[in-house]
C-alpha cells in the first residue's frame, strides 16, 4: 500500500532492474580489475561490457529453475556475452555482488532520506521562528505547569532532528562499504587490489575485513537510525494530537475542503496523518529489531539474513521517505491557534505562577518550607472555590509580610518565562 505512495526516486532503488544493473556494474568492474592485473584480456571486458544485457524476465524465468537468484542472472548475461562469459564472475561469490549492490542501494536510499529530513528540518524552523514568542501553557504528566511559546517546542523538535541527521549521515558512512574478498573472506580467488578498484569507482570503501559477507552490525545501525528518525516524527505527531484534542485545541491538522473525518459524524476533523505517522513508527522498530536479529550468523555465513532484508531494507526506507513527505506537509500547513492557546494559559486562574510566587517569597526571607506551605495553601483554596489565584495571594497577610502589591502582580506576567527564549534559539544556531 505503502509502495503506491513512495516518491518515484526511492521506489526506483529496490525495483529488480535497479539491483541487477548495480550487480552488472560490479562484475564488469571486477572484470576491469582482473585486466589490470593482466589475468584476463582487456578485450574480454570490453566485450562483456558491450553484450552484457539485463533481462528482468528472463531472470526470473532462469531463477524458477536454479532458485538462485545470481546464478540466474549469471546464466541470463552469460547467454549474451558468448565464450567471453568464463570470465564473468570469476573468482568471485555471490555475497560479494549482492552485499556491494546492496551497499550501493541503501546508500542512495540514505541520500534521499537525508534530503527528506533536511526539508522537514526547514518546515520546523521557519514555524520555530514565526511562533518563537507566543505563550503556550507547559504541560508535565499532561497537567499545565508554566508557560513555554510554540516556537520553542518546535525548535526542540528541530534540534532532534539535527541529531538525526547527523545520525543518518553516520549510518550512510557505516553502510558504504564493498566487499570483494570471495566464498569465505580470504581473497584466496581474488586479490585486495580487485576489491580496492571496485569499491573505490562505486564510491564506496572497502570493508578490509569480511567472511562471505559483510558484517551485519552495519546494517542493523542503519535499519536502527532510520526507527529512531521514525520515532522523532512520531514523537511529534504525538504532540500534535495531544494539542489538537478538542478540549485543548491549540493547533489542527489542515483540513482541505472535501475531505471528511467520519464516515458517522460529519462534525469531525481527526488528526489522521499524525495516526499515520505513529502507526508507521512501529513498523520501522519492528523492522530495526529484525535487523538486530541478522546480526549473528552461523560461522563465516548463513543466509538466514537475507530474506529479511528483502523486505525490511526497501520497507523502512520507504516507509521513512513516506513519513518525512508526510510531517513536512503537517507542520507546513499546520493551523495553530494563538487565541486558544491564551485561553487555557488562564484557565488554572493563575495557579501556574505559583513557582514564581515561591521563589520570591524565599527571595524577601521566608524558609523554603514556609513559603511553600503558604503558597500551596493558597493554591489550593482556589482550585477548590474555582477563584483566581491572585485574589487569594493579594488578600493573605502571610503574603503580604513579605510582597508588596507591585511585587505580587509582577509575579503573574508571562513574560517573565519567556524572557531566556532568544537566548536558547541563539544557542541552538536558530
Not at 91 to 97: E, H, M, Q, R, V
Not at 169 to 180: E, N
Not at 313 to 323: A, C, F, K, R, W
Amino acid at each position: 500500500m505503502i509502495q503506491r505512495y513512495s516518491r518515484p526516486e526511492m521506489a526506483e532503488i529496490w525495483t529488480d532492474g535497479n539491483r541487477f544493473r548495480k550487480m552488472l556494474d560490479i562484475e564488469i568492474l571486477a572484470c576491469e580489475a582482473f585486466a589490470e592485473q593482466g589475468l584476463i584480456p582487456k578485450e574480454t571486458v570490453k566485450t562483456i561490457r558491450e553484450k552484457a544485457v539485463i533481462d528482468v524476465r528472463r531472470i526470473n524465468e532462469i531463477e524458477s529453475k536454479t532458485r538462485h537468484d545470481v546464478v540466474a542472472f549469471l546464466k541470463s548475461i552469460s547467454e549474451n556475452i558468448g565464450e567471453e562469459a568464463k570470465y564473468f564472475h570469476f573468482g568471485l561469490t555471490s555475497s560479494d555482488i549482492l552485499d556491494t549492490a546492496l551497499s550501493v542501494m541503501m546508500a542512495e536510499a540514505m541520500d534521499i532520506l537525508i534530503k527528506g529530513a533536511e526539508e522537514f528540518m526547514a518546515a520546523l524552523k521557519e514555524k520555530a521562528l514565526k511562533y518563537k514568542k507566543t505563550p503556550m501553557i507547559g504541560r508535565s504528566h499532561g497537567m499545565h505547569a508554566e508557560p513555554v511559546s510554540f516556537g520553542l517546542k518546535m525548535a526542540l523538535f528541530y534540534k532532534e532532528m539535527e541529531r538525526n541527521l547527523k545520525r543518518m549521515r553516520g549510518a550512510r558512512d557505516t553502510i558504504a562499504a564493498g566487499k570483494v574478498s570471495g566464498s569465505v573472506g580470504t581473497f584466496a580467488n581474488v586479490d585486495p587490489f580487485v576489491e580496492d578498484y571496485v569499491c573505490e569507482r562505486l564510491g564506496l570503501k572497502p570493508a578490509g575485513v569480511s567472511s562471505q559477507v559483510l558484517q551485519r552490525d552495519r546494517h542493523a545501525h542503519y535499519m536502527g537510525v532510520i526507527a529512531l528518525c521514525g520515532a522523532t516524527l512520531e514523537k511529534i505527531a504525538v504532540e500534535i494530537r495531544g494539542l489538537q484534542r478538542t478540549e485543548i485545541g491549540e493547533v489542527q491538522e489542515f483540513f482541505s475542503s472535501g475531505q471528511t473525518g467520519s464516515s458517522s459524524m460529519p462534525h469531525k476533523k481527526n488528526p489522521i496523518i499524525c495516526e499515520r505517522i505513529t502507526g508507521l513508527a512501529r513498523v520501522l522498530r519492528g523492522n530495526a529489531a529484525s535487523a538486530m536479529e541478522n546480526v549473528a550468523l552461523w560461522h563465516e555465513r548463513d543466509i538466514s539474513h537475507s530474506s529479511v532484508e528483502r523486505i525490511i531494507i526497501p520497507d523502512s526506507t520507504i516507509l521513512l521517505d513516506y513519513m518525512l513527505d508526510k510531517a513536512k506537509t503537517l507542520i507546513s500547513s499546520l493551523i495553530v491557534n494563538e487565541k486558544r492557546m491564551l485561553e487555557n494559559i488562564g484557565a488554572t486562574g493563575g495557579l501556574i505562577y505559583s513557582q514564581r510566587l515561591l521563589l520570591e517569597f524565599i527571595k524577601k526571607g521566608a524558609t523554603r518550607m514556609e513559603a511553600y506551605d503558604t503558597v500551596q495553601d493558597l493554591a489550593l483554596k482556589a482550585q477548590q472555590q474555582g477563584r483566581g489565584f491572585k485574589e487569594f495571594v493579594l488578600s493573605s497577610g502571610k503574603v503580604r509580610e513579605y510582597l508588596s502589591d507591585g511585587e505580587i502582580e509582577d509575579c503573574f506576567r508571562i513574560e517573565y518565562h519567556l524572557r531566556h527564549i532568544d537566548a536558547i534559539f541563539r544557542r541552538i544556531g536558530l
